[in-house]
Each structure stands twice: as structure tokens, then as C-alpha cells.
């Protein structure tokens, strides 16, 4: 089992920025990657970013490039999103996801709110 924990999101300006985490536990080590989804209020989830576990390859939604910078801290088993130049359509729950062999697993979410 895989347990994801977000935390960094909050409330912004528009042209801020911020810095999200996401904590894994459990059985970490047969992750194939990692990653950021969104939704926003009456929308579907929607991808923004993905990092493999092994070699740092990433994947961005098209929505967010040049703009986030998916990372990871191995020893920490934490995955980050680095937010920049934020637009109030960046305004969702943003959660973590981790794809290993056996399921998908996803954290709780966090809020981030950028304003006008």
C-alpha cells in the first residue's frame, strides 16, 4: 500500500507562485511514476505533470509549460510541483498520484486559489 499527502497550496496572486509537496509512505519502492492532476469546480480531473521514479523523465500538460516544474526527492519519497506565473485558471484541488504495478493510488488534495 501507498499513502500520498499533499501539502503547499493556498491562496495566491495572479503571477505568484507555489510550491507544492507530496509525502509518500508504504511500499514505495515498485513505483513507476509520479504525478499532479487538477480539478477545478464542475470539471473533470485533469493530468498537469508526471515524473518517473527511475530516470527523471517528465510529462507536462500543455496548460502548464514553461510555467511548472514537476521534481522529486528520492531519499524523501516526495514528489513537488513548482508553480510559477500563476493564472486564476490555475485554481483547483490539486492532487497527488503515484502508478505502481498494482493500482493507482492518490492523495487528498490540496487547494490552490489564484486571484485576479
Known amino acids: 500500500q501507498v499513502q500520498l499527502v499533499e501539502s503547499g497550496g493556498g491562496l495566491v496572486q495572479a503571477g505568484g507562485s507555489l510550491r507544492l509537496s507530496c509525502a509518500a509512505s508504504?511500499?514505495?519502492?515498485?513505483?513507476?511514476?509520479m504525478g499532479w492532476f487538477r480539478q477545478a469546480p464542475g470539471k473533470g480531473r485533469e493530468f498537469v505533470a508526471v515524473i518517473r521514479w527511475s530516470g527523471d523523465s517528465t510529462y507536462y500538460a500543455n496548460a502548464v509549460k514553461g510555467r511548472f516544474t514537476i521534481a522529486r526527492d528520492t531519499a524523501k519519497n516526495t514528489v513537488f510541483l513548482q508553480m510559477n506565473s500563476l493564472k486564476p485558471d490555475d485554481t483547483a484541488v490539486y492532487y497527488c498520484?503515484?502508478?505502481?504495478?498494482?493500482?493507482?493510488?492518490w492523495g487528498q488534495g490540496t487547494q490552490v486559489t489564484v486571484s485576479s
Open positions: 498520484h503515484a502508478d505502481t504495478p498494482g493500482k493507482d493510488y
Open positions: 508504504g511500499r514505495t519502492f515498485s513505483t513507476y511514476a
